[in-house]
């Protein structure tokens, strides 16, 4: 009976192992597209509502603060070309928005009235092992009740992967498209 109770007991920390070590593997490069959705016109500007797709095989995640999300647009304003950024940025993080393989996120793009053509770039990076946990964690409703979930989350490595711009097409905005 000791026999059996160790032997399970060693099968029970190998597959513990086994998938800590599955689960902390270094993320792959993301891969994702951008597609528009629809327009929708304000007073003093544009909102364009674009569909960020998550192609690749492993989560990837973007840069989310409380002053928006973080993207850059070169867009063509009244016939001249316009740079333009979002407030948000990684100094300003409240947290990172992760995108599992095969999912999509919208995002809202603010342009200026009188934008002719855009496309934007949104920074992702590939989505290490403690944030994966803790977005899991999240969804599931576990962080909140389990206390130590916190310390234990430390026991997972950082190791995103390098940021990757992705960038959308160029997009033309019809005059009859907003209203």
Not at 6 to 34: E, H, K, Q
Not at 123 to 145: F, K, M
């Amino acid at each position: 009976m000791r026999k059996r109770c160790s032997v399970i007991a060693g099968l029970a920390l190998f597959v513990l192992g086994a998938f800590y070590l599955w689960i902390c593997r270094t993320p792959a490069v993301p891969s994702a597209s951008i597609q528009l959705v629809r327009y929708e016109s304000r007073q003093d500007s544009l909102v364009a509502t674009v569909l960020l797709t998550n192609t690749g095989s492993s989560a990837l995640s973007y840069y989310h603060s409380s002053k928006g999300i973080y993207y850059t647009v070169l867009a063509r304003v009244k016939g001249q070309a316009t740079n333009l950024k979002s407030g948000g940025g990684p100094g300003s993080m409240a947290g990172p928005i992760v995108v599992w393989p095969l999912r999509s996120e919208q995002i809202k793009i603010i342009l200026p009235v009188g934008t002719e053509s855009w496309r934007c770039t949104i920074p992702v990076e590939g989505t290490g092992a403690r944030i994966r946990v803790y977005s899991h964690l999240a969804e599931w409703g576990i962080w909140n009740r389990v206390f130590p979930a916190g310390y234990l989350i430390r026991l997972f490595p950082l190791n995103d992967s390098e940021d990757r711009q992705i960038q959308s097409d160029s997009f033309t905005v019809a005059t009859n498209a907003v209203r």
